[in-house]
């Protein structure tokens, strides 16, 4: 049931996210769809650097009796930048399953399709756990790749919140090709 309250709540603080951030989680996700590998390779770097730092930060903190509600504080922040980073992935996967599938739907419909999407392997462990009558390494299995799924959302996100600047630089257009010389710019009509 903990499995489930978790996904409840996750839609929640996405709903929420896409609710109060709708234009920058567009726009953040406009970076993921045009290089995901880029967004990933930022968000690895950014993890690696952005968890030192934090460590760094909180080991201090933590020590003393008046940093505490600092520690917490920062707490709080990592995990509103975890929701909003997942919250886009969600969205852009939600939003590219829905225009393959041809659906109509805003972004909250969006939101809705990438949710049930990442959250495939967490309901099918659900249903293992449930039945009971499975292998336990089938419910551990589907419980480690959602664990991976919702990392890599993470990450992706993070590094496409880095790159866009929190929405606030647009994808850059893809250069144009070169031309061969001698070759028409234009096509001709036949």
Avoid: Q
Wanted: aromatic share 10%; hydrophobic share 60%.
């Amino acid at each position: 049931m903990a499995s489930v309250a978790m996904l409840f709540i996750g839609f929640i603080l996405f709903f929420i996210t896409m609710l109060f951030l709708r234009g920058k989680v567009e726009r953040v996700s406009s970076h993921i769809s045009a290089n995901l590998l880029k967004c990933f390779g930022a968000g690895v770097l950014s993890a690696a650097v952005g968890l030192f730092g934090l460590l760094i930060v909180m080991i201090p903190l933590i020590i003393t009796i008046v940093g505490i509600p600092l520690a917490v504080l920062l707490a709080v922040s990592c995990l509103g930048v975890y929701v909003i980073a997942c919250a886009t992935f969600v969205f852009t996967a939600g939003r590219a399953i829905a225009t393959r599938a041809g659906i109509d739907g805003g972004p909250f419909t969006h939101l809705f399709l990438g949710v049930l999407l990442l959250s495939i392997p967490e309901i099918i462990a659900f249903v293992i756990d449930v039945l009971g009558h499975a292998p336990m390494a089938a419910y551990v299995l589907f419980k480690i790749v959602s664990t991976f799924v919702w990392l890599f959302a993470y990450v992706v996100g993070l590094g496409a919140i880095v790159i866009s600047r929190f929405g606030s630089r647009p994808v850059e257009p893809a250069p144009p090709s070169p031309r061969v010389m001698g070759e028409s710019a234009v096509a001709p009509v036949s």
